[in-house]
């Protein structure tokens, strides 16, 4: 087991890039977004799609505390209609009201990463186990998809809260729920600004860098698979 978690009494993790990855690539431009915005989304620049998906995600954030599929669904209908007007990709309204709900509720849009199911199972034995995720009411699907779900005994989602990593909220929400003191939790997460938000409320933060744009210079201690917490030092 990885030494800084041996005097730990809770281990929370992030959920998207520390136990699954987007089979798309990218946790917005589903397949079925891809798939149907074909050569038009391919002959505009990185710049169009960048400025045009930072407006989308500002719109959507703007009211970010909902609490189920349904009220998703409808979120990303606007969210993907908005996309289609800025980017110019002519979606009809039946194209932009399937491609959201495909983001919802086709849990084929994530995978998780080699190894989480047993180290969860492995570290259950020894810790409570919770996450801690910026996310939409679909993530209790995901996680029962992803196999993980009977191990986090503790959950804080940002939709449920209504406010993002790294505020202070979200990290005393998880601590409310675990009852346990903050210097007996760890957070696992491929943010340094997130982990510095925990850090700041005493929980004990830890970079995954499973995604290679999360590997960046930091003192926090880092991993770079989940099996490293369970491997033999």
Not at 80 to 96: I, K, M, W
Not at 135 to 160: A, D, N
Request: aromatic fraction near 8%; hydrophobic fraction near 40%.
């Amino acid at each position: 087991m990885l030494p800084l978690l041996r005097d730990k009494k809770v281990i929370f993790f992030d959920v998207g890039y520390t136990l699954d990855y987007p089979a798309s690539g990218d946790w917005m431009l589903t397949r079925a977004f891809l798939d149907r915005a074909g050569e038009k989304l391919r002959l505009r620049s990185g710049g169009q799609i960048r400025e045009a998906m930072e407006a989308g995600l500002r719109d959507l954030l703007r009211c970010h505390r909902l609490t189920t599929v349904e009220e998703e669904i409808r979120q990303f209908t606007g969210f993907y209609r908005a996309l289609s007007d800025r980017l110019a990709l002519g979606f009809a309204p039946e194209d932009v009201a399937r491609i959201a709900r495909d983001r919802a509720l086709n849990m084929e849009n994530y995978i998780p990463y080699p190894g989480v199911v047993q180290v969860l199972e492995t570290l259950s034995r020894t810790h409570r186990l919770g996450v801690i995720s910026d996310t939409w009411p679909s993530i209790l699907p995901q996680l029962e998809h992803l196999g993980v779900s009977r191990y986090l005994k503790y959950r804080t989602f940002s939709c449920f809260v209504g406010a993002l990593k790294p505020d202070p909220r979200i990290f005393e929400d998880a601590l409310r729920q675990c009852g346990a003191a903050p210097e007996e939790t760890v957070f696992i997460d491929d943010s340094a600004r997130n982990l510095e938000g925990a850090a700041a409320l005493g929980i004990t933060p830890l970079l995954i860098a499973a995604n290679p744009a999360a590997d960046v210079e930091t003192s926090f201690v880092k991993i770079r698979d989940l099996r490293e917490l369970t491997a033999d030092p």
